[in-house]
């Protein structure tokens, strides 16, 4: 079971239409919900949550030297401009 | 739950700010008694930090908006403006976009709210629809036409 940890800004709002969205597109690549678990949490927590997860989506800009899993740029998510290219990497980085 | 009335939509305002334009809706919410007074002081310094524009196309839209505890009930305000005003690019920081509409979200609970949002960030997409948005000069027609999509 891979875990993907999805942040935004505050946490909330954005993070939870990019959750729903990534949901979405993973059904639609044929990669049901019993393959990975999402979590949800606001920018200023990935990195002490980032350990436990295998990949962080953030729909805000985020560098971070200290998070050792991939950090995907989530933002597709929610213009859908570009999403493929995110949906291919998620699915790369996880092994889906 | 009705997110979305008549009071809430705004057709080509004119404001030169994002401040501005927050300042103006923050006031409206408080005024139906949806946001706490804290609110809009709080929607502006999380914007600082983490700004809320999108690059969803050549009609660029931002969705400020803050943590729920701010918030009495919850509400969207939308608004048109009859010139752009910039944000900054949510993704990348540094970068500014010329908004044309700007909406913000004053929330409760966004995962009993998804479906909503989902359709906002379509509507977004519908650059063809924005552009027949920005014509619209009544409040009450924007009303009716955006409540249409995203209801």
Known sequence: MKKILVACGAGVVTSTSAMNKLQEELAKRGISEDKYTLGQSSVAQVESLAPEYDLVITTTQYDNDAIKVPVINGLPLLTNIGIDSVIDEVIDKLDL | ?151
């Open chain 2, 1 to 151: 739950m009705n997110l979305l009335s008549p009071q809430l939509v705004f057709a080509q305002v004119d404001f030169n700010s994002a401040d501005e334009i927050i300042h103006f809706l923050a006031e409206q919410l408080k005024k139906e008694n949806k946001v706490k007074d804290t609110f809009e002081q709080a929607v502006k310094s999380r914007e600082a930090v983490h700004p809320t524009g999108l690059p969803s196309g050549e009609i660029a839209v931002a969705i400020p908006h803050t943590d729920v505890q701010y918030v009495n009930a919850p509400a969207i305000t939308f608004a048109t403006l009859s010139h752009p005003i910039i944000f900054h690019n949510m993704a990348v920081t540094e970068q500014t976009l010329n908004v044309q509409i700007v909406v913000m979200l004053a929330l409760k609970n966004p995962h009993s709210q998804v479906e909503m949002l989902q359709k906002l960030m379509a509507l977004f997409q519908d650059q063809e629809l924005l552009s027949k948005l920005m014509q619209i000069s009544s409040d009450e027609d924007l009303y009716k036409a955006v409540s249409k999509h995203i209801q």
